[in-house]
T-cell receptor, first 115, second 115 residues
Framework: AQSVTQLGSHVSVSEGALVLLRCNYSSSVPPYLFWYVQYPNQGLQLLLKYTSAATLVKGINGFEAEFKKSETSFHLTKPSAHMSDAAEYFCAVRTDTGTASKLTFGTGTRLQVTL | DTEVTQTPKHLVMGMTNKKSLKCEQHMGHRAMYWYKQKAKKPPELMFVYSYEKLSINESVPSRFSPECPNSSLLNLHLHALQPEDSALYLC??????????????FGPGTRLTVL
């Protein structure tokens, strides 16, 4: 079964510092990978997705992620953190089973941004 | 309209009550999903509807009963719930279930408390 592992349940950075949130996947076939963000008391918003078209994927709000097959990783980065980036971030993998598909989420990483 | 709406935002119910959660999208999506999210946990898939037919039921207890009256609407009927069912219930939709480049759009959720 396909799965994702997020290293670090909590990451704290200073405003203006680099943001790095880690995600490793386990898949025997090329995976479809996603990063979602969840602000308090809200639903999930898609940041970016990997669909094998390009290994470096650019998303919204200045985030990007690089797919590295050799490392089975899809880490999320942002060059300069902003206070408004404080939220919960989920990495997810899409699993297809016949005509059905489903998203399996990692355990999440809470990003804290300090002044 | 690129929005998934959910009503109500908050719901408090007793263990003997019957209530329903409603989800609506007008993006022409043909796949709709229910997720359950406990505090500080990732969303867990409950049900998937594809072209108004139930295609995935993740062994959810029968006290949760989904319904898809048409391609824009998804309901979740609740009956005889337990306090441990208290959670954020998220609805999502996507263009169609098994498309390789599918992404799911999430609603803001219904915060359910069972007393």
């Amino acid at each position: 079964a396909q799965s994702v592992t997020q290293l670090g349940s909590h990451v704290s950075v200073s405003e203006g510092a680099l943001v790095l949130l880690r995600c490793n996947y386990s898949s025997s076939v090329p995976p479809y990978l996603f990063w979602y963000v969840q602000y308090p008391n809200q639903g999930l918003q898609l940041l970016l997705k990997y669909t094998s078209a390009a290994t470096l994927v650019k998303g919204i709000n200045g985030f990007e992620a690089e797919f590295k097959k050799s490392e089975t990783s899809f880490h999320l980065t942002k060059p300069s953190a902003h206070m408004s980036d404080a939220a919960e971030y989920f990495c997810a993998v899409r699993t297809d089973t016949g005509t059905a598909s489903k998203l399996t989420f990692g355990t999440g990483t809470r990003l804290q941004v300090t002044l | 309209d690129t929005e998934v709406t959910q009503t109500p935002k908050h719901l408090v119910m007793g263990m003997t009550n019957k209530k329903s959660l409603k989800c609506e999208q007008h993006m022409g999506h043909r796949a709709m999903y229910w997720y359950k999210q406990k505090a500080k946990k990732p969303p867990e898939l409950m049900f998937v509807y594809s072209y108004e037919k139930l295609s995935i039921n993740e062994s959810v207890p029968s006290r949760f009963s989904p319904e898809c009256p048409n391609s824009s609407l998804l309901n979740l009927h609740l009956h005889a719930l337990q306090p441990e069912d208290s959670a954020l219930y998220l609805c999502a939709s996507s263009q169609r279930e098994s498309s390789s480049y599918n992404e799911q759009f999430f609603g803001p959720g219904t915060r359910l408390t069972v007393l």
